[in-house]
């Protein structure tokens, strides 16, 4: 079965910083990997998805992440953190099983912008 | 094209009564998937379905059930209500590279 590993629940930079968000993954097929992000008493918004092709994706509001299958990684990053950038952020890989799928989350990173 | 729209957005329950829980897809997904998510378990699948029919369940009691109408539309429900049910509760509808798109939520109290 898939996993996802997010490392660091909580992530403290400044506005203007790099953002670096750490995630890892176990699949045994080749993973369809996403990223959200959830602002306060909201629903999951998708910033990017891996599927095929590309190994480096770009999202919205400036986001991008890179897949490396060597490293089993799908870290997300951005080069210049804004204040709207808070909130917190999912790591997701799908699990098929017979035709069906889900989303399997990562516990999630909660990202805090300093001024 | 309109989003993912859940209702009611917040409610109120007492222990023992059940909860009945809607969601309408975006226009032309067929296939709708429920999460729960609370602070300690995080994001948890509750199950899938596409064209009316569950093609997937998660680890969850048999008082959690869901359905699917042939407009797509899906509803879930929890009887028994308990106090660990009281969580947020994500409906999405999934595109063609198997992203889901995630209504507002559902959040659930139980007292």
């Known amino acids: 079965a898939q996993s996802v590993t997010q490392l660091g629940s909580h992530v403290s930079v400044s506005e203007g910083a790099l953002v670096l968000l750490r995630c890892n993954y176990s699949?045994?097929?080749?993973?369809?990997l996403f990223w959200y992000v959830q602002y306060p008493n909201q629903g999951l918004q998708l910033l990017l998805k891996?599927?095929?092709?590309?190994?480096l994706v770009k999202g919205i509001n400036g986001f991008e992440a890179e897949f490396k299958k060597s490293e089993t990684s799908f870290h997300l990053t951005k080069p210049s953190a804004h204040m709207s950038d808070a909130a917190e952020y999912f790591c997701?890989?799908?699990?098929?099983?017979?035709?069906?799928?889900?989303?399997?989350f990562g516990q999630g990173t909660r990202l805090t912008i300093n001024p | 094209k309109a989003g993912v729209t859940q209702t009611p957005r917040y409610l109120i329950k007492t222990r023992g009564q059940q909860v009945t829980l809607s969601c309408s897809p975006i226009?032309?997904?067929?296939?709708v998937s429920w999460y729960q998510q609370t602070p300690g378990q995080g994001l948890q699948f509750l199950f899938e379905y596409f064209s009316e029919t569950q093609r997937n369940k998660g680890n969850f009691p048999g008082r959690f059930s869901g359905r699917q109408f042939s407009n797509s539309r899906s509803e879930m429900n929890v009887s028994t209500l308990e106090l660990g049910d009281s969580a947020l509760y994500l409906c999405?509808?999934?595109?063609?590279?198997?992203?889901?798109?995630f209504g507002e939520g559902s959040r659930l109290t139980v007292l």
């Open positions: 699949s045994s097929v080749p993973p369809y």
């Open positions: 997701a890989v799908s699990d098929r099983v017979q035709g069906a799928q889900k989303l399997v």
């Open positions: 999405a509808s999934r595109g063609s590279s198997g992203e889901l798109f």
């Open positions: 891996y599927t095929t092709g590309a190994t």
């Open positions: 226009s032309g997904h067929r296939s």
